[in-house]
Nanobody
Framework: EVQLQASGGGLVQGGGSLRLSCIVI????????IAWFRQAPGKEREGVSC????????WYTDSVKGRFTISGDSARNTVYLQMNSLKPEDTAVYSC?????????????????WGQGTQVTVSS
């Protein structure tokens, strides 16, 4: 069974940047679509971004378009989420998830494997 390890969260001032990493363990990145979700206190979990098995097709929720970039590195079995121009409303626990089905989806039910969350806090 594939395992995911997320890291890279932290505390940053508004306008700053962070890069999250999601390492695929026990399998090959190329076999999975990988998505990032986030959940803020008192809010529902939200799909943020996804990269398809081809590492070319991507999806972003509207609120992060132009600020976040998702990418995959097959050699490192890792997916990155580069987050620039961070805003206080980006504060949440970010988790990565894997689906063996090709194609991206914002629905959490599509993804069968989940990594632990990493906290992102953006101060104003």
């Amino acid at each position: 069974e594939v395992q995911l390890q997320a890291s890279g969260g932290g505390l940053v001032q508004g306008g700053g940047s962070l890069r999250l990493s999601c390492i695929v363990i026990g399998s090959t990145l190329d076999d999975y679509s990988i998505a990032w979700f986030r959940q803020a206190p008192g809010k529902e979990r939200e799909g943020v971004s996804c990269i398809n098995t081809d590492h070319q097709s991507t999806w972003y929720t509207d609120s992060v378009k132009g600020r976040f970039t998702i990418s995959g590195d097959s050699a490192r079995n890792t997916v990155y989420l580069q987050m620039n121009s961070l805003k206080p409303e980006d504060t949440a626990v970010y988790s990565c998830a894997a689906s063996s089905r090709a194609g991206c989806s914002r629905s959490a039910s599509r993804y069968g494997s989940w990594g632990q969350g990493t906290q992102v806090t953006v101060s104003s």
